[in-house]
């Protein structure tokens, strides 16, 4: 019926498709956990912080200056200082030595995803392109081709019946009507005796 052949080269590329699009798919959900995740904490800290500040906010003057004032000999004291140094130095080694074991991983997600990308859309490609429909042939071509199959004239009910059996779509409510206006009006078709159809001998241009 004109529809096109699924080869096996049309299989392996949807199974790659679809193995393509999951991997894709897990990636950007594992990322958009990843980033939740990490929004969430960010909020908790927030939440924390203004819930601190609220707090100090309900403390007398007196004691705020105080606070202000402990905190402010504690920065400047050379012992507290050197502390601060060292959990802040502690603080950049740790990362450092996170960022060292994720980075590989997160760069290997990155390229998995670029490559799935690719994958995707090549097989894609190759799929839609081998799947394309036919290209609908007028309607005219259909009845010549019925003519000439039967080399004879053919009743106006035979080639209708031969044109669908070809497989051409229509929505024409009158179809057989339509079919006689294009032998009608056709110059490679001439009409025989008991209102049958054929072709000219004359060779098409």
Request: net charge positive; with cysteine.
């Amino acid at each position: 019926m004109g529809a096109p052949l699924v080869t096996s080269d049309i299989i392996v590329s949807l199974r790659n498709y679809a193995r393509a699009a999951t991997l894709e798919v897990s990636i950007k959900l594992g990322g958009v956990a990843l980033f939740a995740v990490t929004l969430g904490a960010l909020s908790c800290i927030g939440i924390l912080l203004t819930a601190a500040a609220r707090s100090l906010g309900r403390l007398p003057r007196a004691v705020l200056y105080g606070l202000g004032g402990v905190s402010l000999i504690a920065l400047l004291h050379p012992e507290s200082r050197a502390f601060l140094r060292e959990k802040q130095a502690a603080f950049q080694k740790n990362w450092r030595r996170v960022w060292a074991r994720l980075a590989p991983h997160l760069l290997e997600l990155g390229n998995q995803l670029t490559v799935s990308q690719l994958q995707r859309s090549e097989s894609w490609s190759l799929v839609s392109g081998a799947l394309q429909p036919a290209r609908k042939h007028p309607a005219k071509s259909y009845v010549l081709a019925a003519c000439l199959e039967a080399g004879q004239p053919r009743t106006l009910a035979e080639i209708e019946q031969r044109v669908r059996a070809y497989g051409y779509a229509t929505r024409a409510r009158n179809f057989r009507g339509y079919l006689s206006t294009l032998l009608r009006q056709g110059n490679e078709f001439v009409e025989g005796p008991v209102g049958r159809w054929g072709t000219k001998t004359a060779p098409l241009t």
